[in-house]
């Protein structure tokens, strides 16, 4: 079984969230199931290229591309359409100079969803037998843009892939409907897409894949994210060392941070992109009045400027002893706050699957959370972490107050700890599942 995975982002070669780990991981464990597994990703200027993934023989292609010299900030849409659609024909170039034919083009989010569409509509021989599976990381980011956008000496060709009168185009609405099989990262979040809970207006486009849609929860790569030696936090821990271990964690992280130092103290943390979806809206209110309570919270976020804003209000000397925020992004502060944390708020308006709570669990930090998508596939409600059902500022604070209550009761904390601790979300049965799906799909 041969697959390439296209993604525009792989960890730790460029990452910006849960999918550059996915791309990161998800191969390495395919390929200990004896699948040839590549990953095609593009050369950005500013990257350091591995030839493959970190321990495994994994393989990465970079192709090249002027678009993929700008950084492109401010997510312009004129860069941005030429620019994945031009990303959509290299793949394919590549994988033919290569000699390369695979089983599986495995197709993660909008920024590959022409993949599918040009493998349909323009087939070429070369690729006869390929399949193709789109894996939706997150919906809302759909990849629209207006088709004159694509006018260009790299791109025109996929002009005459649209139906004539198309102004716009949504490349993970291509994606969608061309690929053989979707997928989508839990279980939960399937189903909200299935029934238009969370389906930002795909839930007839899904519905019309009949049995050719599902949800597999991500997994979490160990080697990374594993405080038993992780060379990034303070002191390495394990499950039977976690009480002195997260003590000097988080004494080191306050330390870092100016909060005031001590390990009686409840610290909570938060790491996300600063975007609407992630529930920051939630907290903001919140946070005053937290001043008045014995807590501690630790906010690490990059993204929309009204949060941003909002957020910087709070770095203050008068905060100081206990609100630390850090804008931008940062994977070794990301590191610490795991580990030296003794919560983990994601309060997050829907969820795909999040990464977050399960990196949390693994470093001995209970999660808070809504109980959205994969949020509710992995967290279970008051023995590993706190789920909410209604995502409200109110809701979150209950359970804030029950993590606080929880917090005095040194025995009963220390069992849910242990308890999430011992959860084991690594990639291997997940792998299994989509190793299961590339039969079926290259069977039909
Ligand atoms: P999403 O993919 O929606 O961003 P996930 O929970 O799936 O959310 O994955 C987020 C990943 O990105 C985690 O590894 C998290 O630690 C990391 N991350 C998010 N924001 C930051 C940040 N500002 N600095 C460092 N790491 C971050």
Redesign the pocket.
């Known amino acids: 079984m041969k697959v390439v995975h296209v993604a525009f982002e792989c960890?730790p070669i460029y990452?910006?969230?849960?999918?550059?780990?996915?791309v990161g991981s998800l191969p390495k464990e395919l390929h200990k199931l004896d699948v040839a597994t590549t990953v095609v990703m593009p050369g950005y200027k500013w990257i350091k290229r591995l030839p493959k993934l970190p321990d495994s023989q994994v393989e990465v292609f970079y192709v090249e591309s002027k678009y993929f010299d700008v950084y492109n900030k401010r997510h312009d849409p004129r860069i941005s359409a030429p620019k994945y659609a031009h990303f959509a024909f290299l793949v394919l170039e590549e994988l033919k100079r290569r000699q390369i034919t695979p089983d599986i083009i495995h197709c993660h989010d909008w920024h590959t969803g022409l993949i599918p569409l040009i493998l349909k509509k323009h087939p070429d021989a070369f690729f006869e037998k390929t399949k193709t599976i789109i894996t939706i990381?997150?919906i809302s980011y759909q990849g629209k843009f207006l088709v004159t956008y694509l006018d260009t000496p790299e791109t025109r060709q996929i002009l005459s892939l649209f139906d004539g009168h198309q102004k716009r185009v949504s490349y993970l609405k291509e994606g969608i409907r061309y690929a053989d099989y979707v997928t989508t990262?839990s279980p939960n979040h399937a189903r909200e897409i299935r029934t238009g809970k969370v389906s930002f207006g795909f839930k007839t486009l899904i519905r019309g894949k009949r049995g050719r849609f599902i949800g597999i929860l991500?997994g979490l790569d160990y080697t990374v994210?594993n405080p038993r030696h992780d060379r990034l936090i303070t002191q390495n821990f394990t499950r039977n060392s976690v009480w002195s271990g997260k003590i000097e964690n988080k004494r080191r992280l306050q330390h870092e941070l100016g909060l005031e130092e001590s390990a009686d103290i409840p610290l909570f943390g938060f790491?996300?992109?600063?975007?609407s979806?992630?529930g920051i809206d939630l907290l903001l209110p919140l946070l005053d009045a937290a001043a008045k309570k014995r807590l501690q919270v630790v906010i690490?976020?990059?993204?929309e400027r009204v949060y941003e804003k909002e957020l910087k209000k709070y770095q203050t000397a008068e905060h100081r002893t206990w609100i630390a925020v850090?804008?931008?992004?940062?994977?070794k502060?990301?590191?610490r706050i795991?580990a030296g944390s003794d919560f983990f708020l994601?309060p997050?308006h829907y969820?795909?699957?999040?990464?977050?709570?399960m990196?949390a669990m693994a470093y001995g930090s209970l999660p808070i959370a809504s109980a959205v998508g994969?949020l509710k596939d992995s967290i279970a409600e008051g023995k590993t972490g706190y789920i909410f059902e209604k995502v409200t500022s109110e809701e979150l604070l209950e359970k804030i107050h029950l993590a606080l209550h929880l917090w005095e009761d040194k025995a009963a904390y220390r069992q849910m700890v242990e308890r999430a601790m011992r959860k084991d979300f690594s990639w291997k049965r997940s792998a299994r599942k989509y190793l299961r799906l590339y039969r079926r799909v290259t069977q039909t």
């Open positions: 960890a990452k910006t969230g849960g999918l550059g780990d996915v990381h997150n990262v991500n994210w790491i996300a992109r600063l975007s979806q992630k690490l976020g990059k993204g850090k804008i931008g992004f940062d994977e502060l990301a590191h795991y994601i997050s969820e795909p699957c999040g990464l977050t709570q990196i994969g």
